[in-house]
């Protein structure tokens, strides 16, 4: 399902704001074995001459035969309970979908009663960022994902698209970034996010995760 206007104007500016210029972002990378790696700035400058680059042709080649992704992220729920980036807007935002308002919307919607927590992740897809085709399944915990869109004036050949696959590999659906809309689709469910292309003018911007039936951090 998708739900338009989920902010009040204010709100969606505020946060888009925020997502545009004062979100530090780390550089997501799939690795080899699975693990995601995440790059803070500082790691950026700390690398050796060529092993970024390495990380990221690594990543987009392995894309050719499985899993993989390259894209900007900034992990809500770690620097929460971490206590990083204190007073940060999107501290807020982390309370707000963990809050029993929200978490009662997210029930009522999705039909899982079992909600307990809502886990995010601020993302921005560059020109040549990408998620390979996958279901987000797990150990059970992760009951229906979500993404809330801020993404202005996208043009469908920017690429960038939400999209739902068949198993027989035909794109079932697939849903263009838009600004201040929230999707929502059970798991598992195929999906994947299409290649933003190189001359795409304005940031594919976005709050993504799952909502989740395992025991708040505390």
């Given at each position: 399902m998708q739900a338009d206007n989920l902010f009040v104007p204010d709100v969606a500016e505020q946060l888009y704001e925020v997502l545009e210029k004062y979100t530090p972002w780390h550089l997501a990378v799939h690795q080899d074995g699975g693990k995601p790696?995440?790059?803070?700035?500082n790691d950026w400058r700390t690398l050796a001459p060529g092993d970024l680059e390495a990380l990221m042709r690594d990543a987009t080649a392995r894309a050719g035969a499985g899993f993989s992704y390259v894209y900007m992220c900034y992990p809500m729920i770690d620097a929460y309970v971490q206590g990083r980036d204190?007073?940060?807007p999107l501290h807020s935002l982390t309370e707000f979908l963990n809050s029993e308002a929200m978490l009662s919307f997210a029930r009522d919607v999705s039909?899982?009663?079992?909600?307990?927590?809502?886990?995010?992740?601020a993302t921005f897809y560059r020109p040549g960022d990408f998620l390979t085709l996958h279901?987000?399944?797990?150990?059970g915990q992760r009951?229906?994902?979500?993404?809330l869109g801020f993404s202005r004036n996208w043009r469908p050949d920017w690429g960038g698209q939400l999209m739902f696959h068949t198993l027989s590999n035909d794109i079932e659906r697939g849903f263009i970034p838009?600004?201040?809309?929230?999707t929502l689709f059970r798991v598992p469910t195929l999906h994947s996010v299409a290649p933003v292309a190189p001359y795409a003018r304005n940031p594919r911007l976005s709050v993504t995760g799952w909502?989740?039936?395992?025991p708040p951090v505390k």
């Open positions: 790696r995440l790059l803070s700035q204190a007073g940060h039909g899982h009663e079992d909600v307990v927590k809502i886990d995010a992740q279901d987000d399944r797990d150990k009951l229906a994902a979500y993404t838009r600004f201040n809309t929230m909502l989740r039936n395992d």
